[in-house]
């Protein structure tokens, strides 16, 4: 058995560690420098007045409650299905499990005593619904003391999103009825392998984790979910399924994280914030996990200027700069990876200012999905402790805000290796700081990098609202990362690299500028990253902006946190 728990997000207090002037930050060092520094606090006792260690002390008076995540306790059980006890039993089907005798009786076995126990309820209520088990379709039965939930699954199920839509369904049917303890299973394990019911078993967990959690953390008065115990029937137990149960739950926590970060608003997790979570991370999990966190005159040594240049107008909120590392203590060679999130809890789009209906500036709280993830995976990691990899977490965090002392267009700016870029447009602020972001996770020593990033508007009108972006000249990292993908669940496509395009990106004042035309943004955003990549290390970018958010639910996804602590397991 096992049990979920996800810390809160920290909220900026005189306890903090930013408000502490003698707390000192943990030290990670690079192959090229090294820090030793006191973390200059945001907020002082000895002040009489809070310096914007959280926003809402000075706008808005708004502070989140304690975070509400979900706390299951969750088995897997050889029981009987029928026999099981309790309050409600959500049954995964095929369009084939449906399938009915010449009495029109159920074939299904499983289906045949659901139906007996309740009188035919099942069969009439199936055949007055037209429920044939398609993907999406569910039926819910009310009989005293217990509640069935009949979950379509498709022609049939062979993949972990099928699975995750169970848990969900499941999920919102106890929410619902506010069930304490509930049930799911399969109405037929019919040509499923051993490890192939140990992986439904999982996915199933992780749609229950995540359809029962609700942040409520903004709301004046909220429910709380009353769902305690879930039992996952006839896939199997012992210690293998519930190693795999106990790794589900702790993605589950990365992700609940992720989501938890996207969707405070910036007047609540502004660059110094997330810094916090940073530290709360790594205090967490300080036996595996250290921190760093430059500010701005320690990335101004580092000649961060491309960085920079887009905080340079968010004078109340300044950058930090976030590099966590995890690392186990073995003798055995470790393969060192870096994992790079796009940091911008805010995106005005400075002088190109975002307006308009469809600018989508109110959204722009999410343009930091890519840190939300990578700091998500950071949690998760931090709880499973795989040994054999070296993995560096970092953040160029930044507002992108208006200011006389801000960037303009036409400007130029300086990367840290040197390269000078022709800001033709503020808006395109996110390649700006992961260039700086890059070129450090390269002067770590790492083998291999993912950034993701909420990049373009362009490649949501390829690939849509549910699909990310993969560019990487390297087939092999595509390979892995695809595999891990969908080994999670997460859709992600390989998108083509196209040399020829970056000869619209060249200046006439400077070494590149910052936008192409047009046609083809999200393929020439990716180009640019490539200018900062050293071509010893593989690379791949995910291009997160359609996959962060989910506008039908009004919800971030977590989207990447699941593929990317699969990602490094499998390095």
Excluded at 314 to 325: D, G, K, Q, S
Excluded at 496 to 505: A, G, H, I, R, T
Excluded at 550 to 566: A, F, Q, W
Aim: hydrophobic letters at 40%; charged letters at 20%.
């Amino acid at each position: 058995m096992a049990t979920l728990r996800v810390s809160s997000l920290l909220a900026c207090s005189s306890s903090s560690l930013h408000c502490n002037p003698s707390v000192f930050t943990k030290l990670q060092s690079s192959p090229r420098w090294a820090f030793s520094f006191s973390v200059t606090p945001l907020c002082s006792r000895r002040s009489k007045r809070i310096v914007h260690c959280i926003a809402g002390d000075t706008l808005g008076l708004t502070r989140p409650k304690e975070s509400n995540a979900p706390k299951i306790s969750i088995g897997a059980k050889d029981i009987d299905v029928v026999q099981w006890q309790g309050h409600l039993l959500a049954i995964g089907v095929t369009e084939n499990d449906l399938a009915r005798d010449e009495n029109s009786k159920f074939k299904n076995p499983l289906l045949q005593q659901l139906d007996s126990e309740s009188n035919g309820l099942l069969s009439a209520a199936s055949s007055e619904e037209d429920f044939s088990g398609k993907s999406g379709q569910s039926i819910n039965l009310r009989l005293p003391g217990r509640r069935f939930t009949l979950v379509g699954l498709g022609s049939s199920v062979s993949s972990p999103t099928s699975y995750h839509s169970l848990g969900e369904a499941a999920a919102a049917a106890a929410k619902s009825a506010q069930s304490r303890n509930i049930a799911v299973s399969l109405a037929s394990t019919d040509g499923l392998s051993a490890e192939s019911k140990i992986n439904a078993a999982s996915a199933i967990a992780t749609g229950v984790i995540l359809g029962i959690f609700e942040d409520n953390r903004f709301r004046s008065e909220s429910k709380t979910p009353a769902l305690e115990y879930l039992d996952i029937l006839g896939l199997g137990t012992g210690p293998e399924i519930e190693r795999k149960i106990k790794f589900a739950e702790h993605v589950c926590a990365g992700v609940i994280l992720g989501r938890e970060l996207v969707n405070a608003p910036a007047n609540i997790i502004t660059p110094g914030v997330l810094a916090e979570e940073a530290k709360k991370i790594a205090s967490d999990y300080s036996d595996v996990i250290t921190v760093n966190i430059l500010d701005a005159e320690q990335c101004k040594e580092l000649k961060m200027g491309a960085y920079l240049g887009v905080a340079a107008a968010a004078t109340e909120n300044p950058p930090y700069f976030i590099h966590l590392c995890f690392k186990t203590v073995t003798k055995e060679r470790k393969t060192k990876i870096a994992l790079v999130g796009k940091g911008l809890t805010f995106d005005s789009g400075g002088y190109n200012l975002k307006a308009g209906a469809g600018s989508r500036i109110e959204l722009m709280k999410n343009d930091m999905g890519g840190a939300a993830a990578v700091l998500g995976a950071a949690k998760a990691l931090g709880e499973i402790k795989p040994f054999g990899v070296e993995v560096h977490f970092i953040v160029a965090a930044c507002e992108n805000m208006i200011s006389g002392a801000g960037m303009r267009p036409g400007d130029i700016v300086t990367a840290s290796n040197g390269k000078t870029i022709e800001v033709n447009n503020t808006d395109a602020e996110g390649r700006l700081t992961l260039a700086d972001a890059l070129i450090y996770a390269c002067n770590q020593g790492v083998e291999k990098i993912i950034d993701l990033a909420t990049l373009t508007g362009a490649i949501m009108t390829a690939l849509g609202p549910s699909v990310a972006g993969a560019f990487t000249p390297s087939d092999d990292l595509a390979r892995e990362v695809v595999a891990a993908a969908e080994a999670s669940g997460e859709k992600l496509w390989r998108m083509p690299l196209e040399e020829s395009y970056w000869e619209s990106m060249k200046s006439g004042v400077a070494d590149m500028i910052n936008t192409g035309p047009g046609n083809g943004g999200a393929i020439t955003g990716a180009l640019f990253l490539k200018q900062f990549v050293d071509e010893k290390v593989q690379w791949l970018h995910l291009d997160i902006a359609g996959t962060v958010w989910i506008d039908e639910k009004k919800r971030p996804t977590g989207y990447g946190v699941s593929t990317l602590v699969e990602w490094v397991l499998r390095n």
